[in-house]
């Protein structure tokens, strides 16, 4: 799951999965913006089925958190 | 609830006219860098739009299309008994524009005219509102007309919205045919959410003053605006509508029993291209079946749907064809509905 995450968040921010780190604030991010923001709300939506309320998500600041988040969430 | 249906009734004709006044976002550098801005137009996929200039107003494109409507299709003025405007964009805070586009289009002083003011959802809500009329015998036919002027009300100094909304106005004539057959609605809202997307001054809760059309800078960013411009926070309103709006068609497609397959276009409000790519993903409907004009006109609030309709589906209405049509916004508000078409009579767009 840890794997899958990282790949699937290197995609939504156009990023190598090697420079995401699991304690990274994934918000510090260059890539991170406000459109690249919806990317990550899609990428959890289609590959984890991740339904989540922005408030909720604006507490989750680093990959470990969606790391959590993924693994709890998802059937796959 | 919020689910209807509804036989033998339907749309018969649609117009639409555009300002003539064509933006290249590409080249929309007034406040930003070109480098910057192509990144946000590349993810919205809004190449062009239209602006009005500022003696037209959403009224104004609606007479047009409604004017072209009303004679290309011969029908005569004294027919029109219902005359719904859908815009919240109006000319004046009082009285409705309804009862002007009356006067202007000499229909009879027995018509009933009045506003809604709903956003990108409002031409789903003035359809149910023209079938129920006439289902309940009040009325035999209903012109809504749908304008807007997003350009006037969003600071081009702001990236989050500033590349993103265009103006037009369509005039959809609605009556009774049993070549219509059944339509299907269904209808949300959700005030805990207006917020996300909103006008915060220039109404009677927050009264226009020298401080509200006070330009601010309001983020990290550098944006730019007032409080009498638009504000949308884009982010929480796609994290709402790709968990809502799909939930809403499943609603719909169970609530009518009919077979998805058996739609020909999905129609939906062209919010951005981003946005709507990943709602067809999710909803696994065939790009063909897509028909969109998020390129040419950017999103125009409540005219989208309709917009598109006329833009893409003229000449392909003649037969019968089953629509779906999908909108969501401001509000926020959102609904879906599965609607005939059948010898829909729709024009060229004209440019005011």
């Known amino acids: 799951m840890k794997e899958k995450l990282i790949n699937a968040l290197a995609e939504a921010l156009e990023m190598e999965p090697s420079q995401i780190k699991q304690l990274d604030t994934f918000r510090d991010y260059e890539n991170y913006s406000s459109l690249t923001e919806l990317s990550v709300l899609a990428m959890l939506d289609s590959d984890f089925g991740v339904e989540i309320e922005m408030e909720e998500f604006n507490k989750y600041k680093t990959v470990d958190n969606l790391i959590h988040l993924v693994s709890g969430n998802s059937s796959k | ?352």
């Open chain 2, 1 to 352: 609830m919020g689910l209807i249906s509804y036989c033998n009734v339907g749309i018969s004709g649609i117009a639409a006219a555009v300002p003539k006044q064509i933006i290249n976002n590409y080249e929309h550098d007034l406040y930003f860098k070109k480098e910057d801005i192509k990144e946000i137009i590349d993810k919205i996929g809004v190449k062009e739009r239209r602006f009005a200039d500022k003696n037209t107003c959403s009224s104004d494109l609606c007479f047009a299309a409604a004017t072209k409507l009303l004679d290309k299709m011969n029908i005569s003025r004294d027919e029109i008994d219902l005359l719904i405007f859908i815009s919240q964009t109006p000319d004046y805070r009082m009285p409705a524009t309804s009862v002007l586009l009356q006067e202007r289009l000499k229909l009879s002083t027995s018509t009933i005219t009045f506003d809604i003011n709903l956003g990108c959802s409002a031409f789903l809500y003035g359809l149910t509102v023209a079938y129920s009329m006439i289902i309940a015998g009040a009325v035999k036919k209903v012109l809504i007309l749908d304008g807007e002027t997003r350009s006037k009300v969003y600071s081009q100094k702001d990236r989050k919205t500033g590349f993103l909304f265009g103006d037009g106005g369509v005039a959809a004539l609605i009556e009774r045919g049993e070549r219509f057959g059944k339509s299907w609605f269904s209808l949300n809202s959700d005030g805990s959410r207006e917020s996300l997307i909103k006008i915060n001054a220039g109404g009677y809760r927050n009264m226009s003053s020298n401080e509200t059309v006070m330009e601010n800078v309001v983020d990290e960013y550098g944006n730019i605006r007032s409080d009498e411009n638009g504000y949308m926070n884009g982010a929480d309103v796609f994290n709402f509508v790709i968990r809502e709006v799909p939930k809403d068609f499943y609603r719909l497609i169970e609530y009518s029993g009919i077979e998805v397959p058996t739609i020909d276009y999905f129609v939906f409000h062209q919010a951005n291209s981003y946005i709507n790519g990943f709602l067809a993903k999710k909803l696994k409907i065939p790009k063909e079946k897509i028909p969109s004009t998020i390129e040419k006109y950017g999103n125009t609030s409540s005219v989208s749907i309709p917009l598109t309709i006329v833009s893409e589906l003229k000449n392909k209405l003649d037969k019968h064809k089953r629509l779906l049509l999908s909108g969501f916004g401001v509000g926020l508000t959102w609904g879906t509905a599965v609607i005939d078409m059948d010898g829909c009579y729709i024009t060229d767009i004209a440019e005011v």
